[in-house]
């Protein structure tokens, strides 16, 4: 029998694992005008109640984005759609962005920074390369289309090489953010500098799942490697280990901008959860 080259750790008595929701956060337009949605999540820690979101989407409000990015979508003449954002659902979903602990943003790109100003008590979590993207942001740089604020710099938490000291699966630099075994932040700077990923348990059990934010445009990338005709990215060290990944049992995957996870996965949205997978 073949065995899993990196398997991925046996549960503890008692395994603590992470209570998931997705968040709506808006619509944006590919160059083909095809409608993707920017996709946040809320983790609740099982044992501790801990909380913290992935990603905060897109911004209400347009007009605040740099001019490198307003351009692009008054040049395909369809706006973003944003009938909430992700501070919206989460008071939609019962939780009040106020006390929410943490954010890791996957990385700096507009279309997943959204707007940090309701999480007043939130402390930013980041990839270490994050950081030169937004020293060099607008409005200190006219032509950026990452803005320099896209977090509060006072809360903000930047995650060097050195952090991510263990390794799990197939990926090789990982963080144990809690230090039980409940959650992993994972190194996939591919995409761009500072790109960073999450892999959660969902159950007691053995269920995972992984929160692929930009590792790949289109879920196809991940599930089907000799896909060549979809235009995105593909980034082949990261996607490689990822394909890995979700080949092993009981483990699912999502990426920040997968149409069809979103439409299968209606009941996922807080406050309902993600069901584990069996």
Known sequence: MNETPHPLPTPTDNQPHMIVSALEAGTLYTRK??????????????????????DLGLRKDFESYPPAVKGVYEQRGKPLEVPQDVAESCRKGGVDPAVVENVILTHVHWDHIGDHTPFTKATF????????????????????????????????????????????????????????????????PDHVAGHITVLARTSSDGAWMYFGGDVADDPRLVTDPSTTDIAGCLDPSDIARVRELVKMPR?????????????????AFLPGRIVPKV
């Not at 005008?33 to 992935?54: E, G, Q």
């Open 251 to 267: 483990v699912e995957f999502v990426l920040s901008h997968d149409c069809e996870w979103a439409r299968e996965n209606s009941d």
């Open 33 to 54: 005008l095809r409608a993707i949605p920017s996709l946040a999540f809320y983790f609740k820690h099982s044992a501790s109640n801990w909380h913290f979101l992935l």
């Open 125 to 188: 979590t980041l990839g270490e390369g994050g950081k030169a993207l937004l020293d060099d942001g607008y409005p200190g740089s006219p032509t950026s289309a990452t803005l320099s604020d896209s977090a509060p710099s006072a809360r903000t938490v930047f995650l060097a090489q050195e952090d991510f000291t263990t390794s799990i699966g197939p990926f090789p630099h990982a963080l144990d953010y809690f230090g039980d075994g409940g959650v992993y932040i994972i190194h996939t």
